[in-house]
């Protein structure tokens, strides 16, 4: 009896550790959550397969230039039989019909062609395969970029929402204090009923705000295990803070190491060279090709292996194939590869002046957000000093209770603009790497 217990409470024991282990938390810095996103990110997932879908491409256009070997059965279920008539070699007879059967029931062949030229077709479709892999891992590359981006913005989100909480809570803090003491300066009778009110009706006001933010820290959790590629149900925890790490930069290095570095420019680069390998393809669809085919066959009426049942013959011939006139389909192609070829060049015109306006935007929103974050730094001292001489002045009889109030709301706008400030800050930050096609320190 006494041994079963134990057994049973070992297994409680265990149960309730796998429990307690899986219940543990995911706990998520901004480095582990660039990782999880881009390994369980959909759209990742999905960039990754179009890469799949490039490379066998390639094989493909590869395996052209090997030679094709294809086997072939034929089981003939009916025929009509050709009758051939003979004139009687007696006089006066009639003629003689002869059946002659030229077919064979059972027939397996064998086919082998082997490309010799081909007018630049095998080589110029192997180009294209190769330009649309590597446009492909660029737009993998810009996919990558993306879903980091829109990580750190999830998980900046939070850490932003996660102060307002903390600003909402001290705000609910310094209003309970305040009517606290009110209440107690009530009671003997140094505050009046208006300020008892006034307080309460401060207190009040404050709580809508707290409720509003906790429930913004909850929409920015799922939205950022949505980026993640998590289960809305995954316990995390949020490791990490805002902070403000200043460094020097300069416009026109910037640009230069965005056309250097963003993966669409790249991307249409390599676009261009398809085209152009497209033209290739296109002129040679006016050239000869030269192939050499053969076959060989096995053929019986009978399906039975025995000996003289089964007859074999083969060939091998050498076929040129030379185009003598197409309806000028051969110059109509030609001309759809130029003006495509014309149109990515202005295209990437378009792009270039695309990217310089972003990095410029970037860098402006960043030294905007620098200059407030600054700032609000020194309004929030400046608000706790206030907040302080208001309530010292309050405990004197000197100052009002709508003083103080006003002294609180300020100090917890000064938090949140500096906090909002701060956020505004490291996102422009990553917008900035995001145009640059790289991060700050150079890597991706």
């Not at 039975?304 to 040129?320: A, E, G, I, M, R």
């Not at 960043?366 to 010292?392: D, H, P, T, W, Y």
């Not at 490291?426 to 790497?433: F, G, K, N, R, S």
């Amino acid at each position: 009896m006494k041994t079963k217990v134990i057994g049973l409470s070992l297994i409680g024991f265990f149960l309730f550790s796998m429990v307690a282990f899986s219940e543990e938390p995911l706990v998520l810095t901004l480095e582990k959550s660039v990782q999880i996103a881009l390994a369980k990110n959909p759209n990742q997932l999905a960039a990754q397969e179009r890469l799949k879908a490039a490379q066998s491409s390639v094989r493909e256009a590869a395996a052209q230039f090997f030679p094709s070997l294809n086997a072939q059965g034929m089981h003939t279920l009916d025929e009509k039989v050709m009758e051939l008539e003979f004139p009687s070699m007696i006089p006066g007879q009639p003629p003689q019909r002869v059946e002659i059967d030229f077919t064979r029931d059972y027939q397996f062949s064998l086919s082998l062609n082997l490309p010799l030229f081909t007018g630049g077709r095998l080589t110029s479709n192997f180009k294209q395969a190769q330009y649309g892999l590597k446009a492909t891992q660029e737009m993998v590359r810009q996919t990558k970029q993306e879903i980091v981006y829109q990580t750190k913005q999830a998980f900046y989100g939070y850490l932003l929402a996660k102060e307002f909480v903390q600003v909402a809570e001290e705000a609910v803090d310094l209003a309970q204090k305040h009517l606290d003491n009110v209440k107690a300066l009530y009671e003997v009778g140094l505050a009046s009923k208006f300020d008892l009110l006034r307080s309460e009706v401060q207190l009040a006001n404050l709580q809508p705000q707290l409720i509003r933010a906790r429930n913004n820290l909850k929409i920015t959790e799922l939205s950022l295990k949505t980026v993640l590629g998590l289960s809305l149900e995954t316990p995390i925890e949020i490791k990490g803070s805002l902070q403000y790490q200043p460094f020097t930069i300069n416009e026109e290095e910037c640009y230069q190491i965005a056309l250097q570095n963003r993966p669409e420019l790249l991307q249409l680069n390599f676009q261009k060279q398809r085209t152009a390998a497209m033209i290739g393809l296109a002129r040679a669809s006016g050239l000869p090709t030269v192939a050499v085919s053969g076959n060989f066959n096995y053929w019986s009426d009978q399906f039975k292996f025995k000996k003289d049942t089964w007859s074999d013959y083969y060939s091998v011939n050498l076929v040129v194939s030379i185009p003598l006139f197409n309806g000028f389909a051969t110059s109509a192609r030609v001309a759809q590869s130029k003006a495509a070829l014309r149109e990515l060049e202005n295209t990437r015109q378009g792009l270039v002046n695309l990217i310089r306006f972003e990095v410029s935007q970037a860098l402006l929103r960043l030294k905007e957000a620098e200059e407030s974050l600054l700032s609000q730094g020194k309004n929030v001292e400046q608000a706790q000093e206030s907040l302080r001489i208001a309530e010292l002045n309050y405990a004197e009889g000197l100052v009002t209770t709508l003083d103080v109030s006003s002294a609180q709301t300020a100090l917890s706008q000064a938090k949140t603009n500096y906090s909002q400030a701060l956020y505004d800050y490291m996102l422009a930050q990553a917008a900035l790497e995001k145009a640059m096609g790289t991060s700050l320190g150079g890597k991706e």
